[in-house]
């Protein structure tokens, strides 16, 4: 049940650009992207429903494929301050009750 | 508005040793819920509250571990007895009426030797 995410990690230069993918055997109802910092509590950045939406904002966006169950997470000329570990969290219907199940994470490591 | 306020930041204990973690959601948030964060990995959901209630503690492994929520707002979950295995982050989070976004505290940091 738990997403699969990759790459499990990458290292960019301050203005690359990079893809995070996320993937789930499971019909979805949404998907949910966090940032964690080491030693620091994970802080949300987006949630995409179910209907193939995009979001996004600044530099950072995602997108949501409900058919194939994906959610892929997009940067784009990458700053200093997105180095860390990206966790999607998807949400199914499980027994009749959302649950928010997070994948391995992915660390991004962006070097000057 | 404060965020999700967890205490204490570390514990190092011994095994077989209690232990008790305390969350304070965000102020009208009815949905709390502790994760467990194992090193590399992300959050596990060890159960999760509507107000008082536990709707969800299909995860939560009752032989030691337990939890309260007993006014709807604050909560404990507690280690009892500890395990080597038990090492690792304890993370609290709440939502609002929609549940969808969740805020997560910092996180309490067990060692158990």
Known sequence: QQPV?????????EGEDAVIN????????????YRQKHGEAPVFLMILLKGGEQKGHDKISA?????????????????????????????????????LVFGQGTRLTINP | ???VVQSPRYKIIEKKQPV??????????NTLYWYRQNLGQGPELLIRYENEEAVDDSQLPKDRFSAERL???????????????????YLCASSGRNQETQYF?????????
């Open chain 2, 105 to 113: 505290g910092p996180g309490t940091r067990l060692l158990v030797l």
């Open chain 1, 5 to 13: 995410q990759s790459p499990q990690a990458v290292i960019l230069r």
């Open chain 1, 63 to 99: 997108s949501f494929n409900e058919k194939k169950q994906q959610s892929s997470l997009y940067l784009t000329a990458s700053q200093l301050s997105y180095s860390g570990t990206y966790f999607c969290g998807t949400v199914g219907r499980i027994q009749g009750a959302q649950k």
């Open chain 1, 22 to 33: 996320c993937s789930s055997s499971k019909a979805l109802y949404s998907v949910h992207w």
């Open chain 2, 20 to 29: 008790a973690f305390w969350c304070n959601p965000i102020s009208g948030h």
């Open chain 2, 71 to 89: 006014k709807g707002v604050d909560s404990t979950l507690k280690i009892q007895p500890a395990e080597l295995g038990d090492s690792a982050v």
């Open chain 2, 1 to 3: 508005e404060a965020g």
